[in-house]
């Protein structure tokens, strides 16, 4: 009995081969199924990793075992981005399988974070002619063994630039192709206006009311940057800069007045108009004479005049910039100074005319320095 335990013993006693990835090494095993020498191994199959023989086929004495781990790439699929499981050794094998049924296969190579160039986490080919093409022309390369995207590329004497874009696929004649697209990139700008500010300093030559421009205001130049890239038809575009002021806005400096008008002068009275016969009093027929104009008054025919050179006699008047209204060319700010509102060229002409008579008690005729000028108000 002892002597048949050991022939049993002996006869379950196997040396098989066991291939997992390509790695291979010989292993003495009791195992009766290639399943328990998987597990005997530690060997752990995926739903979608390929084994054989079958798992469930008994091992025999001298057997191979292969193992092959699936893996997921993301593939071009006639267009279309994919996640597809292979358990091929190569990429070129991966896309020759996919590929099958007419459709169209690429496979793009991923960088690394710095930007550099990084091989698939496969080989390309082991042993197989691969054609690079690149630049208008297409070179053919054999390596020796396995081989990386990046091994064919130096075969190739190919270098890539940090925008360049690398995809694998097949030629018509089924041969491994990797196909590399230069980027170029272009630094695009957008230019915009700085707008300026208006400040107003106080100028003791000019009377109170008075404004005047002493610097004209000009518009600065801001500009911003953003890279484009463009690989192929594809352009993207990155994120732009902070803007840059290339040009300064000027300022819009405006003088206001700070002297105070001098007081009006009283009017001349009146002469006492003459009497019949000649004489400064009295009358041939003992009438009284002609009262004197009250001290200040200013004829109506003055105004009427007045308003005729300023405005031609308008009441609804504006000037040209928009700053100037009515029979009296009234500013605004000045209009509100004397009781006011709204503008003065929606106002009546009696309201007109009123108001400018406050003005010229107040401030004399110099608030219509051209006209009381040439009508000879002062």
């Known amino acids: 009995m002892a002597t048949g335990g050991g022939i049993a013993a002996a006869a379950a006693h196997k040396s098989v081969q066991l291939d ?93 974070r710095d930007g550099s160039r990084q091989a698939l986490d496969m080989p390309l080919v082991d042993g197989e002619p691969v054609d690079v093409v690149v630049d208008g022309q297409t070179i053919r390369v054999t390596p020796e063994g396995e081989a990386h995207v990046d091994d064919v590329l130096d075969l190739a004497g190919t270098s890539l630039g940090k925008l360049d874009d690398v995809v694998v696929g097949t030629g018509d004649d089924d041969i491994v192709q990797v196909t590399v697209t230069r980027g170029q990139h272009s630094m695009r700008t957008h230019v915009e206006p700085v707008p300026y500010e208006t400040t107003e300093q106080e100028d003791d030559s000019l009377y109170v009311g008075e404004r005047r421009v002493v610097q004209e205001g000009a518009e600065g130049l801001r500009v911003r940057a953003a890279l484009h890239v463009k690989t192929g038809d594809q352009e993207s575009a990155g994120e732009a800069s902070e803007f840059v002021t290339v040009t300064e806005p000027v300022a819009e400096i405006v003088a206001v007045g700070t002297k105070e008008r001098p007081a009006p002068q009283p009017a001349a009275p009146a002469a006492p108009a003459p009497s019949a016969s000649g004489s400064s009093s009295g009358s041939s027929s003992g009438g009284s004479a002609t009262p004197s104009a009250p001290s200040g008054a200013v004829s109506g025919d003055v105004w009427a005049a007045l308003a005729q050179c300023e405005s031609g006699g308008n009441p609804t008047v504006v000037s040209s910039n928009g700053l100037y209204h009515g029979l009296y060319q009234f500013s605004v700010a000045t209009w509100q100074s004397v009781g006011g509102t709204g503008l003065p060229s929606q106002a009546s002409p009696a309201e007109q005319t009123q108001r400018a008579q406050m003005l010229q008690a107040r401030s004399g005729w110099g608030q219509w320095p051209h006209c009381s000028a040439k009508l000879g108000l002062r």
């Open 20 to 112: 997992v990835d390509g790695v291979e090494r010989t292993v003495s095993t009791f195992a009766g199924s290639v399943a328990g020498l998987l597990d005997e191994q530690d060997v752990a199959v995926g739903e979608r990793d390929a084994v054989g023989p079958d798992p469930d086929a008994p091992l025999e004495d001298g057997d191979l075992v292969v193992v092959r781990s699936a893996r997921q790439i993301r593939v071009d699929v006639d267009g279309e981005q994919r996640a597809m499981w292979t358990t091929a050794d190569t990429t070129a094998e991966a896309i020759q399988s996919f590929g099958e049924g007419g459709r169209e296969i690429t496979v793009a190579a991923s960088r690394s």
